[in-house]
């Protein structure tokens, strides 16, 4: 059938702009024998390249239309996935609301005047409103699982470079992960195995060691994401997982986020360098600002982010090879309307998978009100263990 993505936008709260083209989606059942993705429609973060359209970025106009596909979609259309179009983000990828100065706000399907989260919020949106079985995001600090969080359902941050970043407008570098938000573990798994670059083979214990880090304790947590929270480790445990407390001595939570953050703004600064000063640049002025404060940071103000940047690493690192996994809530707090400021400790919880180019996955957990991510992390490189793990615990919480 033909489908015009504007007609999506009208029927689908909080598309913005969720398509910018027509397409033509053949209904058929998939064949287990070709590929689960088969027929599957999925829809990509405008930060990502489609060969044809202008990966716009978030950013006040739009580029000349890209050559190709970035590899990360041309290998899910190979696998038979079934392009929709493009997702609404924050502005160039830094931001947490999915709230862009050029274009507006992305609403929370879950709750009229409430953000997705960013950056990747319009991809959530796809996902939770059912206009698309899958999407891809970008995740620079929490911006897969974020959303992912607050719009109830799964969000998937690959190992740094499992996933290639070829074809993506760059926000940070060395922190950047293409990444999946999707209706289910499942599906997020069959995206990333299309996707990656590199198959492998790992055992997945039938009964996991979960590990909470001591520093959560220095996270202040809403009340109904602590008692989610505690509900979910019990359920756990009466699966038959063993759950305990490990130190992560050198994760001192707001100290590596405020770290990370400088590291983005450097970075990025870099990124937009020729465009800081230019009064015709089509970013706004906030923008300009963060990225402005980034040209400026001192040498030795930079040492000092990169060597907190290495002490949370190392600490995840060490508490990684002493468990199968690390439980964490995935934010602190629930969506929030978009009158209200972010709040500052949004991305503590997922900042050190980044830091540490870990794989982690956030999955709903029941809740009483609005969704809540519980998240799990495990060791560099060993994502299908991790989704093996995430599947199995998402079925413990009655998800799919």
């Given at each position: 059938?033909?489908v015009?993505?504007a007609d999506?936008?009208?029927q689908r709260r909080?598309?913005?702009?969720m398509?910018?083209?027509?397409?033509?989606l053949?209904?058929?059942?998939p064949d287990?024998a070709r590929s689960?993705?088969?027929?599957?429609?999925?829809?990509?973060k405008?930060n990502?390249?489609?060969?044809?359209?202008?990966t716009q970025?978030?950013?006040?106009r739009?580029?000349?239309?890209?050559d190709?596909?970035?590899p990360c979609?041309?290998r899910?259309?190979?696998?038979?996935?079934v392009?929709?179009?493009?997702?609404?983000?924050?502005?160039?990828?830094?931001g947490?609301s999915?709230?862009?100065p050029h274009y507006?706000?992305?609403?929370n399907?879950?709750?009229?005047?409430?953000t997705?989260?960013?950056?990747?919020g319009?991809?959530?949106v796809?996902?939770?409103?059912?206009?698309?079985?899958?999407a891809?995001?970008?995740?620079?600090?929490?911006?897969?699982?974020?959303?992912?969080?607050?719009?109830?359902?799964?969000?998937f941050?690959?190992s740094?470079?499992?996933v290639?970043?070829?074809g993506v407008?760059?926000?940070?570098?060395?922190?950047?992960?293409?990444?999946?938000?999707?209706e289910s573990?499942?599906?997020?798994?069959a995206?990333?195995d299309?996707?990656?670059?590199?198959?492998r083979?790992?055992?997945?214990?039938?009964?996991?060691?979960?590990?909470?880090?001591?520093?959560?304790?220095?996270?202040?947590l809403?009340?109904?994401v602590?008692?989610a929270?505690e509900?979910?480790?019990?359920?756990?445990r009466?699966?038959?997982?063993t759950v305990?407390?490990v130190?992560?001595?050198?994760?001192?939570?707001?100290?590596a986020?405020?770290?990370?953050?400088?590291?983005?703004?450097?970075?990025?600064?870099?990124?937009?360098?020729?465009w800081?000063?230019?009064p015709q640049?089509?970013?706004?002025?906030?923008?300009?600002?963060f990225?402005?404060?980034?040209?400026?940071?001192?040498?030795?103000r930079?040492?000092?982010a990169?060597?907190e940047?290495?002490?949370?690493?190392?600490?995840?690192?060490?508490?990684?090879?002493?468990?199968?996994?690390?439980?964490?809530?995935t934010?602190?707090?629930?969506?929030?309307?978009?009158?209200?400021?972010?709040?500052l400790?949004?991305?503590?919880?997922?900042?050190?998978?980044?830091?540490?180019?870990?794989?982690?996955?956030?999955?709903?957990?029941?809740?009483?009100d609005?969704p809540?991510?519980?998240q799990?992390?495990a060791a560099r490189?060993t994502?299908?263990?991790?989704?093996?793990?995430?599947?199995?615990t998402?079925?413990?919480?009655?998800?799919?």
């Amino acid at each position: 059938m033909a489908v015009r993505l504007a007609d999506v936008n009208e029927q689908r709260r909080g598309f913005r702009r969720m398509v910018a083209l027509e397409f033509q989606l053949h209904v058929r059942t998939p064949d287990p024998a070709r590929s689960p993705l088969t027929g599957v429609p999925f829809a990509v973060k405008e930060n990502i390249d489609i060969g044809g359209f202008p990966t716009q970025a978030g950013l006040g106009r739009a580029p000349p239309p890209a050559d190709a596909d970035a590899p990360c979609v041309a290998r899910l259309r190979a696998a038979g996935a079934v392009l929709v179009g493009q997702t609404a983000m924050d502005e160039a990828a830094l931001g947490s609301s999915n709230d862009n100065p050029h274009y507006g706000r992305t609403m929370n399907p879950r709750r009229a005047g409430y953000t997705p989260g960013g950056s990747s919020g319009g991809s959530a949106v796809a996902v939770a409103s059912g206009a698309v079985r899958f999407a891809l995001g970008t995740d620079t600090l929490g911006s897969v699982r974020i959303p992912a969080a607050y719009c109830g359902i799964v969000g998937f941050k690959p190992s740094f470079d499992r996933v290639p970043s070829i074809g993506v407008k760059r926000l940070a570098p060395s922190l950047d992960h293409v990444g999946v938000l999707a209706e289910s573990v499942d599906m997020a798994a069959a995206a990333f195995d299309a996707m990656a670059q590199d198959a492998r083979k790992l055992d997945t214990p039938s009964r996991a060691v979960i590990g909470v880090p001591d520093s959560l304790s220095a996270v202040d947590l809403e009340p109904a994401v602590h008692n989610a929270f505690e509900r979910a480790l019990k359920t756990l445990r009466e699966r038959g997982d063993t759950v305990r407390v490990v130190p992560t001595p050198g994760w001192i939570p707001v100290t590596a986020r405020k770290a990370a953050f400088l590291l983005i703004e450097v970075e990025a600064a870099a990124v937009y360098l020729n465009w800081l000063d230019d009064p015709q640049a089509p970013l706004s002025a906030r923008l300009k600002e963060f990225l402005r404060y980034g040209r400026d940071c001192s040498p030795e103000r930079l040492a000092g982010a990169r060597a907190e940047v290495s002490r949370c690493r190392v600490a995840i690192e060490e508490a990684l090879a002493e468990v199968d996994v690390l439980a964490l809530p995935t934010c602190p707090q629930v969506a929030f309307p978009f009158e209200m400021k972010t709040p500052l400790n949004q991305a503590e919880l997922t900042t050190p998978a980044n830091l540490a180019g870990a794989p982690a996955i956030s999955i709903p957990i029941p809740a009483e009100d609005l969704p809540i991510g519980f998240q799990l992390m495990a060791a560099r490189g060993t994502d299908e263990r991790l989704l093996a793990i995430a599947a199995r615990t998402a079925s413990a919480f009655g998800a799919a």
